[in-house]
């Protein structure tokens, strides 16, 4: 079964201070219809630009290269009319500051709408009845009211649920969220995390999930890539990230995650997060692991398939036991 | 209703700043040195006569605050005394001559509106060799102050070329056009530039913004995108230059007149200072001033009117 | 839950406790065409300077019959229509071109400073005052003042100079205050105060270095629009008088010569007036980009 979204290979490139600079290096993900795949990585990771590469939406003059494919089409290559569609029809991105991402001279109703007028052609009145319709599906009752508002009236959660209901406006086939909760407070971050998971799962909605958090990706995915230094690290199925890691990175996130009932100290990764142009040559994490070796630093590890997942840790077998022992560090 | 709170309260805001302003301009006669009345006088020969039609015009024997009320009141019926010079009421004297700086002010912001705010647009758009030379076009137009580009002007196209007249502003609509085309382009330069600069400035950070990204990220079509997003975005920080241009015009026009010798409210301000005809002066400054808050009040208005966010006072 | 990216104490030494001051760096950041701007312009005021020393031709002798002669030896520029020589006045004409407007600008800054870095401090009612009235003057036209002035008192670069630094005082108050007020929203601010440092202290000592930058960058623009201010003035024949050579006075006087067929005294005159703004507003553009944090 071919899956829904492909991506292979990819590197990109970024102009920094006049000078191209490498963020994204090899990545590989696979994303089946209705399947959603959460992206865990710290800043620099590269976990947005991968979306951004995906809903081609990479800033100018950066480098591309490598495949994306949608549907079997090549989305790289994609222009014109079957962009539009592509952007339209295809992939809906979620973004992660609503606030600044919805155009604050227009009213909440334009905003919605302009999807539905612009590629359905449908009348005003017919767009204003859906979207009066999304905003219910996402927990917005009075509506009609909110379509007059403009953004700066609604809060941060109110805002970002209207993103996600002009996001399901276009029936897309896959949903790009980029950190939608990062930017709410915690109360407000798990309601509409809820929305989200629910509606995506009724409309059998593909999703790539970017996230810093973990248990996060975990609730709502059902498999998970973690992302170090422009590379993907690891991916698995989200249940058995925690209790069985398969690269020292992600062993690390989870000894980090802070434990109610734990009363140990919490263990750090020592060092700086990097970005794929600061990392030397071998593996990504080298500098921070504490399983480091020789043969760490002179080769570049590849992604490969092992335990049920993948992982690009190249003492993998040799260190798997005191990989799976992480549970004895903790409480 | 908020918005029409706002409105009110900015029109009494003008009411309040054009007071403030008649209230100077009127007292400064009495920061000249010596008595008003000395002042007024000086350098002329007098006769008695003519100094009691001084004090009776000025009311100098009433308090200060009186006299301000009476020339006030008389100003807001439209008498603003009469001319030391010529003997004639101000408002005569300044009534065709306040119509011509009017088409030159105008002419000049519309060269501004059809040159300078597309090519500062343009160059948002379009990066490239067009928009770096469009900027560094700009950036030299705006180092030059308007009697400059008048003299510039005169000496290339009226001049050497012939193909504009020198001075003057002619007779009949089209001689008048035809007349006003150097003096126009003479005020618009500097500022049309400035306004490009700014224009393009603000066209460029809301093509980049985040939200014209989600238009993108949605597939909007791009000719919608700018026209929605990115200029009705990018209106709001124009609409607030312009009102910074308007002080500028004024200036720049009394120069220009003098430049041109045309005959308008500027050269003849520059003229009754030399001649130290004090209410022509009074009044010229008032009217200045006057127009200047009103238009940055007017430009106020437009930009509340632009930008929802201020409507309702909420935080930005 | 989010995951601890670095120990704990990578944190807290990158937060701004301590006072700080930006500086050293923004020499590099100027940019090649800021360095050549701040050429021109040290040229300019050098020669204004020392010029009239160095130089020993007489600028206001009078010579009829050389009027409007082209350049010959010892007269590189040739002369004005009543046989002056060009070069001589344009140098000397420097000085009151120059010395009007650094008058204007030292005034303008250090009252605007003071009051918009005394409002950003106190706030309350003094601030609300002050931001309404440098809001409503800011852009106001400082000629009409400096006319308003002249008809006052008399007609001089003096009298024009006092005006226009009155009428510039707002946007350069405008400017500063809202440096002030963006820097005392930083969290050392409060820290000081907490301290116990007094506000005059704190002002003068942390706020005042750290926003320099944007003073120098407002005193640059200001330089320029003087000095188009009174050069126009001088121009009208209501500041410089002739027959002092001044920039804007030889524009003027140039205009007979331009009927006449002979441009070079108000395009000489001009062309430096353009170069010395130009030059100027390219400058205070680029020290205020040195003011940008790096992204």
């Known amino acids: ?331 | 209703m908020n918005a029409l709170r706002f409105v009110v309260g900015r029109l009494v805001g003008l009411v309040v700043t054009l007071l403030i302003v008649s209230f100077l301009v009127y007292g400064a006669l009495f920061l000249a040195p010596g008595s008003p009345i000395a002042y007024l006088t000086r350098g002329r020969t007098t006769s008695a006569e003519d100094v009691a039609a001084i004090q009776a015009q000025y009311h100098l024997d009433k308090p200060f605050l009186q006299q301000y009320w009476l020339w006030l009141e008389g100003a807001l019926h439209g008498d603003l005394g009469r001319s030391i010079i010529y003997r004639q009421d101000v408002t005569t004297l300044l009534g065709e001559r306040a119509v011509n700086t009017c088409y030159l002010v105008v002419a000049a912001a519309f060269v501004i509106l059809v040159v300078g705010l597309p090519l500062g647009v343009l160059a948002g758009l379009r990066p490239g060799w067009l928009d770096r030379g469009i900027l560094l076009g700009a950036t030299g137009a705006m180092a030059v102050p308007a009697f400059v580009a008048a003299v510039a002007l005169v000496s290339v196209f009226a001049v050497q070329l012939k193909w504009f007249p020198v001075f003057g502003q002619g007779q009949g609509p089209g001689a008048r056009i035809y007349h006003l085309v150097l003096p126009a382009v003479a005020l618009a330069l500097s500022f049309g530039a400035y306004v490009a600069r700014l224009t393009r400035a603000a066209v460029r950070a809301e093509l980049t913004s985040e939200h014209v990204q989600t238009a993108e990220s949605r597939g909007i079509p791009r000719a919608a995108l700018i026209r929605r997003h990115v200029l009705r975005n990018a209106s709001i920080p124009i609409v607030t230059v312009s009102g910074l241009t308007v002080g500028g015009l004024i200036a720049g026009a009394v120069v220009v007149e003098q430049a041109f010798q045309l005959n308008g409210l500027g050269s003849y301000l520059i003229a009754a200072v030399g001649q130290k005809d004090f209410p022509i002066v009074q009044a010229i400054t008032l009217i200045f001033v006057s127009a200047f808050v009103v238009i940055n009040t007017a430009v106020d208005l437009t930009y509340v009117r632009l930008d929802p966010r201020l409507r309702l006072g909420a935080n930005r | 839950m989010s995951v601890p990216a670095a120990p704990v104490a990578d944190a807290v030494a990158t937060a701004p406790v301590t006072a700080r001051r930006r500086s050293g760096r923004w020499v590099s950041r100027l940019g090649i065409g800021g360095w050549v701007a701040l050429a021109v312009v040290t040229v300019v005021l050098l020669v204004a300077a020392l010029g009239p020393l160095v130089l020993s031709t007489d600028p206001d002798e009078v010579n009829l019959s050389y009027g409007y002669v082209g350049p010959i030896p010892g007269h590189p520029l040739g002369f004005d229509g009543e046989g002056r020589d060009l070069l001589a006045r344009l140098i000397h004409g420097a000085r009151t071109a120059l010395i009007g407007p650094a008058i204007v600008v030292a005034v303008s800054t250090v009252l605007g400073t003071a009051i918009a870095l005394a409002a950003a401090w106190v706030g309350g009612v003094f601030d609300t005052v002050v931001a309404r009235v440098t809001d409503a003057m800011f852009a106001f036209p400082g000629l009409l003042l400096a006319l308003l002035a002249v008809s006052l008192f008399s007609p001089g670069v003096t009298v024009a100079a006092v005006a226009l630094s009155i009428s510039y005082t707002p946007y350069t108050a405008r400017i500063v205050r809202s440096a002030a007020l963006k820097e005392r929203s930083l969290p050392y601010v409060a820290a000081l105060g907490v301290q116990g440092f007094t506000g005059g202290r704190i002002v003068l000592r942390h706020i005042l270095p750290n926003i320099l930058i944007t003073v120098v960058a407002v005193a640059t623009l200001s330089f320029g629009y003087a000095l188009i201010d009174l050069a126009a003035l001088s121009f009208t024949g209501l500041g410089v008088q002739p027959p002092q050579s001044d920039w804007g006075v030889m524009v003027a006087e140039g205009v007979n010569g331009i009927i006449a067929g002979y441009p070079q005294e108000s395009l000489f005159a001009g062309g430096l007036i353009v170069i010395t703004v130009g030059a100027v507003n390219f400058l205070g553009d680029r020290i205020e980009a040195t003011s940008e944090v790096p992204g």
Request: glycine share 10%.
């Open chain 1, 1 to 331: 079964m071919t899956a829904l979204l492909q991506v292979d290979g990819l590197r990109v490139h970024l102009p920094v201070e006049g000078r191209l600079r490498r963020v994204l290096h090899e990545v590989s993900i696979e994303v089946a219809a209705g399947e959603a795949l959460g992206i865990v990585g710290e800043s620099g990771s590269g976990k947005s630009m991968t979306a951004r590469a995906i809903g081609r939406l990479l800033p100018a003059g950066a480098r591309v290269e490598g495949d994306i494919r949608f549907g079997g089409a090549d989305v790289l290559r994609l222009s014109g009319d079957a962009l539009r569609r592509y952007r339209s029809g295809g992939v809906a991105m979620i973004f992660q500051d609503p606030r600044a991402h919805i155009n604050p001279v227009r009213t909440v109703g334009d905003f919605l709408t302009e999807g539905l007028r612009t590629h359905q052609r449908l009348s005003r009145k017919a767009a204003t009845r859906i979207a009066v319709g999304l905003l219910a599906d996402v927990g917005i009752d009075d509506g009609a009211h909110r379509m007059t508002q403009f953004p700066h009236e609604l809060s941060g959660g109110l805002l970002q649920r209207v993103m996600i209901a002009a996001a399901l406006a276009a029936e897309p086939l896959m949903l790009l969220a980029d950190e939608p909760t990062t930017a709410l407070d915690v109360t407000t971050q798990s309601e509409v995390m809820a929305i989200l998971d629910r509606l995506r799962r009724e409309r059998g909605m593909a999703m790539v999930f970017i996230t810093h958090d973990l248990e996060l990706a975990g609730a709502v995915c059902d498999r998970t890539a973690v992302m170090y230094a422009g590379s993907i690290v690891e991916q698995n199925a989200s249940a058995r990230l925690h209790s069985d890691p398969l690269h020292p990175y992600t062993q690390g996130l989870v000894q980090a995650r802070p434990d109610i009932a734990s009363t140990t100290r919490l263990v750090a990764i020592p060092g700086q997060p990097m970005s794929a142009y600061e990392v030397g040559n071998g593996c990504p994490f080298a500098a921070r692991c504490r399983y480091r070796a020789d043969v760490c630093t002179t080769q570049v590890p590849p992604l490969r398939p092992w335990h049920g997942g993948w992982t690009r840790c190249l003492r993998a077998e040799e260190i798997a036991d005191q990989l799976a022992a992480q549970g004895a560090n903790r409480g």
